[in-house]
């Protein structure tokens, strides 16, 4: 198990940016970044695979970023050109096993989350 610590949220207005940051305690195979609005299920926002590989959600792509520090053993999320419906608690997920061939994993697979981060976005 990889505890995780996330951080870096806020309140900003559309438009705006903001810089996620996770930290990890374990080693990290997979890293991804999901998120929730209230009443709503958790989603995938963008997933960084155990090749360097990348990919996000339709909804984000072009204005967020998912990059890794290996050194500082931390995840990041660059998120630009924020917009209302990015308003969310935003999670950091890990797991520290190795599936096959799989770059990627979906919200039930991770083993590891950390406790959230607010997003606001305003009009």
Known sequence: Q????E????????????????AASG????????RQAPGNEREGVAHIGFDGSTTYADSVKGRFTISKDTA???LYLQMNSLKPEDTAIYY???DDRR????KFLSVGEYNSWGQGTQVTVSS
């Open 99 to 102: 599936f096959g061939r799989m």
């Open 2 to 5: 990889v505890r995780l610590v």
């Open 27 to 34: 080693y990290t195979f997979y890293m991804g970044w999901f």
């Open 72 to 74: 500082k053993n931390t």
């Open 7 to 22: 951080s870096g949220g806020g309140s900003v207005q559309a438009g705006g940016s903001l810089r996620l940051s996770c």
């Open 92 to 94: 950091c997920a890990a």
